[in-house]
């Protein structure tokens, strides 16, 4: 699935008369690592928190007011919680929240797409840290990049414009819920969407386990939309009808790159192939030879893609997706 944004990290600001004890508390009760400002924003994730230490009372505080920055690597309920299961909270002067994060996906021309979004939600256009030096705990930074949302993102992998939104983060992910596409598209100039239909062919009829796999590796590498799904008769030879099951899928990837997808998902860990994964654009069967690389056979090849594509899962997906090829070949044993 192509995700068109996702939150950041939750990033609180605590005032304290006693920051090294603070700090300590920190330490003992949870994961949690003294950094800097740009480490801890690239070592975080979506449900992780960023908290910066300051002196009492800092209405807004400013980059140069931290004392500390501290980077834990659970969610900010989750801390909140310990904080006052831990009585850590008797060592604290003041709380509250910093502005909320949104990373955004662009393709096609971004500058573009941030100039959309600024006038719909009357934005101030700024650098990252003009944003965070000045973001209060009512608004909203929107950060914008090129790359999977699923991915690792650092700083580098933003774009320089954030935009800083006078409303709180709730009310502007509810809105963009409804108008982040309409964005991607305003950029897609000269950028088609591709409409592909991918079917599944299997003699053992193990179709939902081949959809698992199938769904695994398209939504981790965010490439592009499922919306719809059907069973449907193939006529692969004369007077021969057989039962596949469709799949309509709508990318910004050419059909040859969903096509080394698919060629990389026919085989297991053992070289065994398990399915036969089909790919029509516009009534035209994409076939294997057209993503042909140094005169490889479909095997090598496919065990070429097959290594790509792992190494783009996290250990999570990569074991989900192994355990459904061990499912599949224990059933033709």
């Known amino acids: 699935m192509l995700s ?8 609180i600001v605590i005032g304290s008369q006693s920051p090294n004890e603070l700090l300590e508390e920190f330490h003992k009760n949870y994961n949690s690592v003294k950094t800097d400002v740009i480490d801890a924003l690239n070592s975080s994730y979506e449900n992780s928190t960023i908290v910066f230490l300051t002196e009492p009372n800092k209405k807004i505080a400013h980059i ?46 971004k500058d573009k797409i941030i100039s959309s979004v600024a006038y719909e939600y009357q934005a101030k256009m700024l650098p990252i840290f003009d944003s965070l030096d ?29 935009l800083l939104v006078d409303e709180n983060i709730n009310v ?29 062919y299997d003699r053992y009829s193990k179709y939902d386990m081949h959809y698992k796999r199938l769904s695994i590796a398209l939504d981790n590498l965010d490439v592009g939309f499922i919306l719809g799904e059907m069973w449907t008769k193939d006529t692969p030879r004369f007077l021969l009808s057989v039962l596949v099951y469709q799949i309509k899928l709508f990318t910004l990837l050419p059909p040859t790159e969903i096509k080394k997808i698919l060629l990389g998902l026919e085989y297991a860990n053992d070289g065994t192939r398990i399915v036969d994964f089909d790919l029509i654009y516009k009534n035209k069967k994409i076939d294997w030879t057209e993503v042909k690389v140094n005169n490889l056979e479909r095997k090598n090849l496919g065990m070429m893609f097959r290594e790509e594509i792992l190494k783009s899962l996290s250990e999570n997906q990569k074991q989900k997706l192994v355990n459904l090829e061990n499912i599949i070949l224990n059933t033709r044993e």
């Open 172 to 200: 502007v992910s509810s809105k963009l819920r409804n108008q982040a596409l309409r964005f991607l598209n305003e950029g897609l100039v000269d950028r088609p969407w591709y409409e592909l239909s991918i079917r599944i």
């Open 134 to 162: 000045n973001g209060e705990s009512n608004q909203t930074i929107i950060l914008f990049t090129d790359k999977p949302l699923n991915s690792k993102l650092t700083i580098n992998s933003f774009d320089s414009t954030t």
């Open 64 to 109: 140069k007011d931290i004392i500390a920055t501290i980077y834990v690597n659970m969610p900010s309920d989750e801390f909140y919680n310990t904080l006052i299961n831990k009585k850590i909270c008797t060592k604290i002067n003041d709380i509250r929240t910093a502005p909320g994060i949104i990373v955004m996906r662009t393709q096609g021309d």
């Open 4 to 11: 068109l944004f996702r939150l950041g990290p939750k990033m």
